[in-house]
């Protein structure tokens, strides 16, 4: 299995107005400085680099169009370690450094089990980079790429990740962005862990981020007051763990559409579907589905308060689930499903019941009996 690549943004859309130009792209920068000749001409020059006499890279384990990712080891120690630089020209454009800088002050604040967390910053040459805790496991799109994944552990997965932004949320801090890409997924002798990664578009409630009059994040995930780039708190963090839940438990997310503004629009203005209509066979307890919904409520006011209250509410809608099916949530998933093949199967039978009986109204009338 790879390993995966923390703390990259990727495929983060910063969405401008359509009326608004894009900015130019800078030139391509010329630097006079002779690179490192690596053994091999077709190498990564960082390949076995050493950076502020702490740090040796070792591999490349991702990449993107704004940044690469490294592992690496703490000298002395032998600790694997991350490391993620901007790339090429991004490393020379001021609001992709600034953009960096907000994720390095917002994720060195962080020690928390749900909590990818950088533990240095620094310069190679003009290259800023930062380094992490190295995860060795791959990242929840992946998982979901694998698979249908079993009711019982989506739910133990959310619960890791909203303790994570509980975390965040206590130190100032809103993810803006959470999605299966943003969540690093492995396992030990104790069991699976889910941790967030990717504070690249956070906002800092105490200092600078990025601009609030955009719309920031990915469409997909994107609360309704984020689509329109108003001033968002924990509760847009919310909605976005509402929509990752209702993607891990149904294998769909909630709206989608062709174009990025009109999956914007969706999240502020249709109503969010039902289980039933997008995963009829995955028979989730509506018990828990009423918790998704809520966290998915239009207007702010109306979802959980915070991580907290949202997890809090997921674990009363597991053991009411729990407690309908005499404590065995598998027996009730079989049940619920038992339930609505035999509704199906009902429906059939009636179906072909009135097709029998029509067919033999007409047969009676052309042969005039």
């Given at each position: 299995?790879?390993?995966?690549t923390?703390?990259?943004?990727?495929?983060?859309?910063?969405?401008?107005?359509?009326?608004?130009?894009?900015?130019?792209?800078?030139p391509?920068?010329?630097?006079?400085?002779?690179?490192?000749?690596?053994?091999?001409?077709?190498a990564d020059?960082?390949?076995?680099?050493?950076?502020?006499?702490?740090?040796?890279?070792?591999?490349?384990?991702?990449?993107g169009?704004?940044?690469?990712?490294?592992?690496?080891?703490?000298?002395?120690?032998?600790?694997?370690?991350?490391i993620?630089?901007?790339?090429?020209?991004?490393?020379?454009?001021?609001?992709?450094?600034h953009?960096?800088?907000?994720?390095a002050?917002?994720?060195?604040?962080?020690?928390?089990?749900?909590?990818?967390a950088?533990?240095?910053?620094?310069?190679?040459?003009?290259?800023?980079?930062?380094?992490?805790?190295?995860?060795?496991?791959?990242?929840?799109?992946?998982?979901?790429?694998?698979?249908?994944?079993?009711?019982?552990?989506?739910?133990?997965?959310?619960?890791?990740?909203?303790?994570?932004?509980?975390h965040?949320?206590?130190?100032?801090?809103?993810?803006?962005?959470?999605?299966?890409?943003?969540?690093?997924?492995?396992a030990?002798?104790?069991?699976?862990?889910?941790?967030?990664?990717?504070?690249?578009?956070a906002?800092?409630?105490?200092?600078?981020?990025?601009?609030?009059?955009?719309?920031i994040?990915?469409?997909?995930?994107?609360?309704?007051?984020?689509?329109?780039?108003?001033?968002?708190?924990?509760?847009?963090?919310v909605?976005?763990a509402g929509?990752?839940?209702?993607?891990?438990?149904?294998e769909?997310?909630?709206?989608?559409?062709?174009?990025?503004?009109?999956?914007?629009?969706?999240?502020?203005?249709?109503?969010?579907?039902?289980?039933?209509?997008?995963?009829?066979?995955?028979?989730?307890?509506?018990e828990?589905?009423?918790?998704?919904?809520?966290?998915?409520?239009?207007?702010?006011?109306?979802?959980?308060?915070?991580?907290?209250?949202?997890?809090?509410?997921?674990?009363?809608?597991?053991?009411?689930?729990?407690?309908?099916?005499?404590?065995?949530?598998?027996?009730?998933?079989?049940?619920?499903?038992?339930?609505?093949?035999?509704?199906?199967?009902?429906?059939?039978?009636?179906?072909?019941?009135?097709?029998?009986?029509?067919?033999?109204?007409?047969?009676?009338?052309?042969t005039?009996?």
């Amino acid at each position: 299995m790879p390993p995966s690549t923390p703390g990259t943004t990727f495929d983060t859309i910063n969405l401008r107005p359509p009326s608004e130009p894009r900015p130019a792209r800078p030139p391509p920068r010329v630097d006079a400085t002779p690179p490192r000749a690596p053994a091999d001409p077709g190498a990564d020059p960082r390949l076995g680099a050493i950076l502020g006499g702490r740090y040796r890279i070792l591999a490349r384990i991702g990449h993107g169009g704004m940044g690469v990712v490294y592992r690496g080891e703490r000298l002395g120690l032998g600790r694997p370690v991350a490391i993620k630089f901007l790339r090429g020209a991004a490393a020379q454009v001021s609001a992709l450094r600034h953009r960096f800088a907000i994720e390095a002050r917002a994720a060195s604040r962080l020690r928390h089990p749900g909590c990818v967390a950088i533990i240095d910053v620094g310069l190679d040459g003009d290259a800023p980079y930062a380094v992490m805790d190295y995860v060795a496991g791959r990242t929840l799109a992946r998982v979901l790429e694998a698979g249908p994944i079993a009711i019982p552990r989506a739910l133990r997965l959310s619960r890791q990740i909203l303790a994570g932004l509980a975390h965040a949320h206590a130190h100032g801090i809103v993810h803006r962005d959470i999605k299966p890409e943003n969540v690093l997924v492995w396992a030990d002798e104790l069991g699976e862990h889910a941790q967030i990664t990717d504070f690249g578009v956070a906002k800092l409630v105490d200092g600078p981020g990025i601009s609030q009059d955009v719309a920031i994040g990915t469409p997909s995930y994107m609360s309704p007051e984020q689509t329109l780039g108003e001033p968002v708190d924990e509760r847009a963090d919310v909605y976005g763990a509402g929509v990752l839940l209702f993607e891990l438990l149904t294998e769909h997310k909630p709206f989608r559409a062709a174009r990025p503004f009109e999956t914007m629009r969706l999240h502020r203005e249709a109503p969010v579907p039902t289980f039933d209509e997008l995963a009829p066979e995955r028979s989730v307890p509506p018990e828990i589905e009423g918790v998704v919904r809520r966290a998915l409520a239009k207007a702010r006011e109306d979802r959980y308060a915070s991580a907290i209250e949202f997890a809090a509410a997921l674990e009363r809608a597991a053991a009411a689930a729990q407690e309908s099916s005499d404590g065995d949530l598998g027996a009730l998933l079989v049940a619920a499903g038992a339930r609505r093949r035999w509704r199906g199967a009902v429906i059939a039978i009636a179906f072909l019941a009135v097709l029998g009986l029509a067919a033999a109204c007409a047969w009676l009338a052309i042969t005039g009996r």
